[in-house]
C-alpha cells in the first residue's frame, strides 16, 4: 500500500452518471496530480494543483473536473464521459518542485 | 513538446543476469529524470536524477544522468523474478507553475525467468 490513498479502487459507471474520484494524503505535500494510463501505455499528465492552486490543465475535456478543497485532498469529477475513457486513474503527489512525485494504487474506470 | 524514448520495450533475461536500461530525452528547460517500477498497480519512485545528482544508487539497482547525450541508464545486478515489472523513465522540466508534471516514456517490460 502507498501513502497516497485512492477511492474508489474500481468505479464502473454508465456514460450518463455522475461520480467522483478521490485522492487523500497526509505527507504534508503541496503538490497534487492527476494521471490517466490506458492499458499497455504510461500514465499521461491531466492536472497540476500547486498550494491547491491549478496550475497545469494539459487540455482535457470538460467531462473531467477536478478539484482541491484542502491540502490533503483532491478529487476529479465525472461526468457525461465515453467508452473511451475507460482507464486506470492515478494520483500522485509531491512535496514541492525538488522532491519525486509519489503515486496511489489508482481507480479502475470501467465506462458502459 | 516533450519525448522520452526508453529502450528496449521489452527484455526477458534469466535470474542472475544484469541488464541495462536506457532512457533518451528532449525536453525544454530540463529540471529531472525520474525513474520507476510499475507492477499491476502504482508506480514505486526509485530514482531521482537532477544536476547536482547525476548517479544514484540502491543495492542492486544504480541509475546515472548523462545530460551531454540527453540519457539515462538503469542497471540492475544479480535480477531476481521480483525485479519484473515494467520500468518507467519520465522527465520533468522547469515552468513558472510551482509544480510540473511528468513526462514518461512507454516504458520497459522486463521479464525474469528463473
Known amino acids: 500500500d502507498t501513502e497516497v490513498t485512492q477511492t474508489p479502487k474500481h468505479l464502473v459507471m454508465g456514460m450518463t452518471n455522475k461520480k467522483s474520484l478521490k485522492c487523500e494524503q497526509h505527507m504534508g505535500h503541496r503538490a497534487m496530480y492527476w494521471y490517466k494510463q490506458k492499458a499497455k501505455k504510461p500514465p499521461e499528465l491531466m492536472f497540476v494543483?500547486?498550494?491547491?492552486?491549478?496550475?497545469i490543465n494539459e487540455s482535457v475535456p470538460s467531462r473531467f473536473s477536478p478539484e482541491c478543497p484542502n491540502s490533503s485532498l483532491l478529487n476529479l469529477h465525472l461526468h457525461a464521459l465515453q467508452p473511451e475513457d475507460s482507464a486506470l486513474y492515478l494520483c500522485a503527489s509531491s512535496q514541492d518542485r525538488r522532491q519525486p512525485q509519489h503515486f496511489g494504487d489508482g481507480t479502475r474506470l470501467s465506462i458502459l | 513538446e516533450d519525448k522520452v524514448v526508453q529502450s528496449p520495450l521489452s527484455l526477458v533475461v534469466h535470474e542472475g543476469d544484469t541488464v541495462t536500461l536506457n532512457c533518451s530525452y528532449e525536453?525544454?528547460?530540463?529540471?529531472?529524470l525520474l525513474w520507476y517500477k510499475q507492477e499491476k498497480k502504482a508506480p514505486t519512485f526509485l530514482f531521482m536524477l537532477?544536476?547536482?545528482?547525476i548517479e544514484k544508487k540502491s543495492g542492486r539497482l544504480s541509475s546515472i544522468l548523462d545530460k551531454k547525450e540527453l540519457s539515462s541508464i538503469l542497471n540492475i545486478t544479480a535480477t531476481q523474478t521480483g525485479d519484473s515489472a515494467i520500468y518507467l523513465c519520465?522527465?520533468?522540466?522547469?515552468?513558472?507553475?510551482?509544480?510540473?508534471?511528468?513526462?514518461f516514456g512507454k516504458g520497459t517490460h522486463l521479464i525474469i525467468q528463473p
Open positions: 537532477t544536476s547536482s545528482g
Open positions: 525536453v525544454t528547460n530540463f529540471r529531472s
Open positions: 519520465a522527465v520533468e522540466r522547469y515552468s513558472g507553475g510551482g509544480a510540473d508534471g511528468l513526462t
Open positions: 494543483y500547486s498550494y491547491e492552486k491549478l496550475s
